[in-house]
C-alpha cells in the first residue's frame, strides 16, 4: 500500500516562502496525476495545485501566481513552492496522488502551514 508523508510546513511571516515537500513509500508512476488541497479548521477542504502526468499544472485564482507544484518521478517526490504567503493561506495541506490504472487516491497525513506576523 502507498503511504505519502508531507513535510516543509511551520511559521512564516506574511509575505514569505515556503516549500513543502511530498514523499511516497513506492514508486510513482508515469500514469498518476498529482495535487495539493489544504483545510483551515471549520471549513472544507479545498483544491490547491495540480499537475499532470503530462506535466501540465493547473491552480485555483487563491494561489495563482504565488504557488508552483512539481514532481521529481524518479525520487518519488512531490513539491509545492509557496511564495507571498498570505494570513488567508493558513491550513493544513494535504498531497494526493491519483492512480489511473488502480483508480485509487493516496493521501497524506497533512502539513500545517501558519502565516502570521
Known amino acids: 500500500q502507498v503511504q505519502l508523508v508531507e513535510s516543509g510546513g511551520g511559521l512564516v511571516q506574511p509575505g514569505g516562502s515556503l516549500r513543502l515537500s511530498c514523499a511516497a513509500s513506492?514508486?510513482?508512476?508515469?500514469?498518476?496525476?498529482m495535487h495539493w488541497y489544504r483545510q483551515a479548521p471549520g471549513t472544507q477542504r479545498e483544491w490547491v495545485a495540480s499537475i499532470s502526468s503530462g506535466g501540465d499544472t493547473a491552480y485555483p485564482d487563491s494561489v495563482k501566481g504565488r504557488f508552483t507544484i512539481s514532481r521529481d518521478n524518479a525520487k518519488n517526490m512531490m513539491y509545492l513552492q509557496m511564495n507571498s504567503l498570505k494570513p488567508e493561506d493558513t491550513a493544513v495541506y494535504y498531497c494526493?496522488?491519483?492512480?489511473?490504472?488502480?483508480?485509487?487516491?493516496?493521501w497524506g497525513q497533512g502539513t500545517q502551514v501558519t502565516v502570521s506576523s
Open positions: 494526493n496522488i491519483f492512480s489511473s490504472r488502480l483508480a485509487v487516491s493516496y
Open positions: 513506492g514508486s510513482i508512476s508515469s500514469l498518476t496525476s
